[in-house]
């Protein structure tokens, strides 16, 4: 895997998920980068601080303003392991944040669903970077669930 390719990062925001699913969260990881440098790494901890805004996203973009010192993101990329909910969204909004990079597609929660136009208007959507592996994670989490 070719280092600061798009692949590269999102296997990063994947190794973020992992960790999520071995703490028994929804298995979705995310990583902020500027200048080829990954500046913010994180995943969901809603159950771990019981917060239900503790999304991948929305910690990353805390971590990302803090390590840049300013609340725009405006030449950064997000990668992220699933689509961003409407809340991630709205955050990614106002975040200014210039690409948004998402494994695989959530058509029940996803931002797509509810609300297309949340994101900025200068935002670069990509979608479907390692989206198998994702899914793959996502899955194996939810039978886990069920059993």
């Not at 999102?10 to 980068?33: D, R, S, T, Y």
């Not at 990614?92 to 058509?107: K, N, R, T, Y």
């Not at 669903?113 to 949340?118: A, C, F, M, R, Y």
């Amino acid at each position: 895997m070719e280092l600061y390719s798009d692949e590269y990062f999102m296997n990063e925001a994947l190794k973020q998920a992992q960790i999520a699913f071995e703490e028994g969260e929804i298995p979705v990881g995310a990583v902020i980068v500027s200048k080829n440098r990954i500046i913010a790494k994180a995943y969901n901890q809603t159950e771990r601080l019981n917060d239900v805004t503790a999304h991948a996203e929305m910690i990353a973009i805390t971590s990302a303003a803090n390590s840049l010192g300013g609340k725009y993101l405006n030449d950064c990329r997000l990668y992220v392991t699933l689509e961003p909910c409407t809340m991630c969204g709205g955050a990614l909004f106002w975040s200014q944040i210039g690409e948004v990079f998402f494994a695989a597609a959530d058509p029940k929660r996803g931002f797509r669903q509810s609300n297309p136009n949340i994101l900025h208007p200068k935002t670069k959507i990509h979608e479907g970077i390692l989206a198998a592996q994702a899914e793959e994670l996502i899955h194996r989490f939810f039978e886990k669930l069920r059993k």
